[in-house]
T-cell receptor
């Protein structure tokens, strides 16, 4: 069974700080997606990375896919209170192509 | 607003009962995906339908079933409910029939509480 492990599970920081969230697996994924979920709402897709070593930037968010396509990271620069939420990584595995989600990282950015 | 609607928003029922969750996909989307999100299991893929046909199956229990109707809305039926079925149930939709690596638009979810 393919698993995605996210770390840390919880992160509480001050506005303006930088942070990195990790998504790791012992298995290879053909692509990885990052979602953000706010309380009472469904996840919203932020980015999809498909090539090993790929780096994508979305304003203050930088996403990286590991060379071996087993891990990914999300780096947020100068966090804002609006970044607060649950960040989920999801990988396309070898089990019929279904999306496999990590447990999520609960981010709290305090003013 | 993703354009995906789910009803009801909250559902409270008793063990042994049966409930139906409803999802309307975004206009033009042919695929509907169902997910279960619980504190201990995280977000788990249950099942996907594409244009009325079952396309992929995940960790869906035999007590659960789903279908997609000609107007493309979908229903998830949960029967013989147990306490452990309490969770958030999300529906997502996409244009593509592919199961993976496509942008899926999630609805606001239905919170099911089994007492």
């Amino acid at each position: 069974t393919q698993l995605l492990e996210q770390s840390p599970q919880f992160l509480s920081i001050q506005e303006g700080e930088n942070l990195t969230v990790y998504c790791n697996s012992s298995s290879v994924f053909s692509s990885l997606q990052w979602y953000r979920q706010e309380p009472g709402e469904g996840p919203v897709l932020l980015v999809t990375v498909v090539t090993g070593g790929e780096v994508k930037k979305l304003k203050r968010l930088t996403f990286q896919f590991g060379d071996a396509r087993k891990d990914s990271s999300l780096h947020i620069t100068a966090a804002q209170t609006g970044d607060t939420g649950l960040y989920l990584c999801a990988g396309v595995g070898n089990q019929g192509g279904k999306l496999i989600f990590g447990q999520g990282t609960e981010l709290s950015v305090k003013p | 607003d993703s354009g995906v609607t789910q009803t009801p928003k909250h559902l409270i029922t008793a063990t042994g009962q049966r409930v139906t969750l409803r999802c309307s996909p975004r206009s033009g989307d042919l695929s509907v995906y169902w997910y279960q999100q619980s504190l201990d299991q995280g977000l788990q893929f249950l099942i996907q339908y594409y244009n009325g046909e079952e396309r992929a199956k995940g960790n869906i229990l035999e007590r659960f079933s789903a279908q997609q109707f000609p107007d493309l809305h979908s229903e998830l039926n949960l029967s013989s409910l147990e306490l452990g079925d309490s969770a958030l149930y999300f529906c997502a939709s996409s244009v593509s029939g592919r199961t993976e690596a496509v942008e899926q638009f999630f609805g606001p979810g239905t919170r099911l509480t089994v007492l």
